[in-house]
């Protein structure tokens, strides 16, 4: 769900960090942020790969903000757009079938 919010917005060309993710998904019924902190262990196995995380699928990227380098916007990478597309592509012909 995360990946997908991701790419959804990124694709409307909205920025959103992984902070952002967790106040627009919002908190359940408890007040508990639906998204808690494993949302970043999660996105971090769709980022690019590294020396911590070499198996990592490359899907997303970090992208600075000119005026806060503190912000880091998750943005899709050219793998991570194919991935979504499939993605899109599957479930809409799944959908097609029922």
Known sequence: MAFLTVA???????SIT????????????EGQPILGNSVERTLNSFLEPT???PEALGWLTHENDADDRRRKYLRLTLEGQE???RFIEAYQGRALKE
């Open 51 to 53: 020396k911590r995380d």
């Open 83 to 85: 991935a979504a597309t």
């Open 18 to 29: 992984m902070s952002d993710l967790r106040e627009l998904v919002g908190e359940d019924n």
């Open 8 to 14: 959804y917005l990124d694709t409307m060309g909205k």
